[in-house]
C-alpha cells in the first residue's frame, strides 16, 4: 500500500530523488556550472532550466516502470530487440564511460588539500592530489559495506547533503551576493544578459564542450538518472515493495532478489495504489529533485561570480577550492576554509553515490541476464555487488593517474548527455510497449522524451564538433 503523508510525513514518503540531487549538487552544480558562469556569464542559466524540466519529466517515466513491474528499467531495456545481452553490453559500457572516471574523489581532493595548505594545488602537487583522491575513493567503499539497506544508506547521508549545502549556499547568497546578481540570476534562466541588456543565449566565445558537458549535469544526467529506478525498487516503491533490494555487506542480511517483475491485475483497487504512489513520486520529483536542482545551481552561480571577476578560468586542479580562495582572501582565512571543507564534502558524497549507482546498475544487469550469476555463492547478491565493486575501484586508482580530475569530469557529462539520446527514445519505447494501456504515459509526456532527445542531441553535436575542432 503506498504511504499517505501528511505535513513533515512527506520526508520520509520521499527518497530517491534526494539521492539524485545529491549527485547532482556535487556535479554541475558545483563545478561545471561555476565554471561556465565566471567565464560566460549567468545567461547561460536558461540552459539549466530547461535541462532540468526534462530531467524531471524522465525521471517519473523511469519510475513509472518500476511501479508498474518492481523491475529497475535496465530490465525493461534488456527485453527490447534485438537482444537482452547486446543492450547489457552497451548499457554497461555507456555507465562505464560516464561514471568510471573517479573525477569526484579527484576534485574533492583539490578541497581538502587547500584546507591543509590553504593554497590552490599547481601542476608541482599533482602526486599529492593523486594520493589523496584514492584515499577518498577508498572511503567511499568502506561506507558502501556497512548497514543494512544500501539505498537507505545513501537516502540518509544526502538528506544531510542536501540542507546542509542549499543551507549554506543560501545564508552566504543572503550575504555576499548583490541585488543586482540575484536580478541577473533569475533573469539568466530566460537567456538574458543583464549586464548587455539584451538575450544572450550563446555568449561569444562560448566554450561548447564545456556547456555540453554543464547542459548533461544540469540535474543529474545520464545513466545517474536511469539507475534512480534501481533505487525505487530497493526503496519498495509499487511492485518494488515484492522484488527485494541489496542489502549491505556488513550489517546487512541474504536478500532474495528478483530477477523478473511482477504486474498487478487491473482493477479499481489497484488502480487507487497506483494513483498513491504516483503521488509519491510526483513529490520526490517535482518537489524535491526539480525546486532543489535549480536552487542547487542558481545559488553558487551567484556566489562565485560575486567573487570572481567575469572571463576567468577555475578549470585545474584547484577549481574545487577556487571559491575558498576568493572568499579567504576578502572574508577571511575561517570562511575560507568552511568553503573548503564544503567543497570536499559535496564532491566525496557525490563520488559515492556515483560509484555506488555504477556498482548498482552492473550488478541489476548481471542479476537479470545470468542464471549462472544468480546461483553464484546460493543466490546471494551481495557477493555480485561487492565483486563489481572491487573491480571498479581497481579501475577507479588506474583512471586518476590518466588525466586532470575537471578533464575527467568534462568527458563524464559529455557522454551523459550522449546517453540521453539513446535512453530518452528507448525508455519510451519500453513505457508504450511494455506496459499495459492503462498505465502508458500521456501524449505529453511522449512528447517531452521526444524534445529530450532532440534538446541533448543538439548540444552533444555541437559538443563533439567543438572538441573535433580543437
Known amino acids: 500500500m503506498p504511504p ?50 526534462l530531467q524531471a519529466i524522465f525521471n517519473t517515466e523511469l519510475m513509472r516502470y518500476t511501479l508498474a513491474t518492481g523491475e529497475p528499467v535496465f530490465t525493461g531495456f534488456m527485453r527490447t530487440r534485438p537482444s537482452s545481452t547486446l543492450w547489457a553490453w552497451i548499457y554497461a559500457l555507456l555507465y562505464f564511460l560516464q561514471v568510471g572516471w573517479p573525477a569526484w574523489a579527484g576534485t574533492a581532493a583539490g578541497a581538502i588539500f587547500f584546507l591543509f595548505t590553504r593554497r590552490l594545488a599547481a601542476a608541482p602537487d599533482a602526486s599529492a592530489i593523486y594520493y589523496i583522491g584514492v584515499g577518498t575513493f577508498l572511503a567511499c567503499v568502506a ?49 538574458f544578459d543583464l549586464t548587455s541588456g539584451q538575450f544572450d543565449f550563446f555568449p561569444a566565445g562560448t566554450d561548447l564542450f564545456l556547456l555540453g558537458a554543464l547542459v548533461a549535469y544540469s540535474g543529474a544526467g545520464g545513466v545517474t538518472n536511469i539507475v534512480l529506478s534501481n533505487w525505487a525498487r530497493d526503496r519498495g516503491y509499487g511492485m518494488g515493495e515484492r522484488a527485494g533490494y541489496i542489502p549491505c555487506a556488513i550489517g546487512g542480511t541474504k536478500v532474495t532478489l528478483a530477477h523478473n517483475g511482477f504486474m498487478f491485475p487491473n482493477d479499481a483497487e ?83 553515490d556515483q560509484l555506488e549507482g555504477m556498482v548498482r546498475a552492473i550488478t541489476d544487469i548481471l542479476w537479470t541476464g545470468s542464471n549462472r550469476v544468480r546461483s553464484w555463492r546460493g543466490g546471494d547478491v551481495r557477493a555480485v555487488y561487492y565483486s563489481v565493486l572491487g573491480a571498479v575501484v581497481l579501475w577507479g586508482i588506474v583512471a586518476l593517474r590518466l588525466a586532470q580530475p575537471f578533464l575527467l569530469l568534462q568527458i563524464s557529462a559529455n557522454m551523459a548527455g550522449f546517453v540521453f ?9 519500453v513505457n508504450t510497449r511494455l506496459l499495459p494501456e492503462h ?22 553535436t555541437r559538443s563533439a564538433m567543438a572538441l573535433w575542432n580543437g
Open 4 to 53: 499517505r503523508p501528511q505535513g513533515l510525513g512527506w520526508l520520509a514518503a520521499v527518497g530517491p530523488g534526494i539521492i539524485v540531487l545529491g549527485v547532482s549538487i556535487g556535479s554541475g552544480e558545483f563545478l561545471l556550472g561555476p565554471a561556465t558562469f565566471v567565464r560566460h556569464g549567468l545567461s547561460l542559466l536558461w540552459v539549466v532550466g530547461i535541462a532540468v524540466l
Open 143 to 191: 561506507i558502501l559495506s556497512f548497514g543494512r539497506r544500501i539505498e537507505r544508506t545513501l537516502e540518509l547521508l544526502n538528506w544531510i547533503l542536501v540542507a546542509a549545502i542549499l543551507g549554506s549556499f543560501f545564508v552566504l547568497a543572503v550575504m555576499f551576493v548583490p541585488l543586482r546578481t540575484w536580478a541577473a540570476g533569475v533573469l539568466g534562466l530566460t537567456g
Open 270 to 352: 489497484n488502480n487507487s495504489r497506483w494513483r498513491g504512489w504516483w503521488r509519491i513520486i510526483s513529490a520526490d520529483q517535482w518537489g524535491v529533485f526539480f525546486v532543489g536542482a535549480v536552487l542547487g545551481m542558481i545559488l553558487p552561480a551567484m556566489i562565485y561570480v560575486t567573487f570572481l571577476p567575469r572571463g576567468t578560468n577555475i578549470q585545474g586542479l584547484g577549481i574545487s577550492a577556487a571559491l575558498a580562495q576568493a572568499i579567504a582572501g576578502t572574508s577571511g582565512a575561517l570562511l575560507g576554509g568552511a568553503i573548503a571543507f564544503l567543497g570536499a564534502w559535496v564532491l566525496f558524497k557525490t563520488q559515492l
Open 421 to 429: 539520446v539513446i535512453a530518452a527514445p528507448h525508455l519510451l519505447y
Open 439 to 460: 498505465l502508458r504515459p500521456p501524449m505529453w509526456r511522449r512528447v517531452a522524451l521526444v524534445v529530450m532527445t532532440l534538446f541533448y542531441g543538439f548540444f552533444v
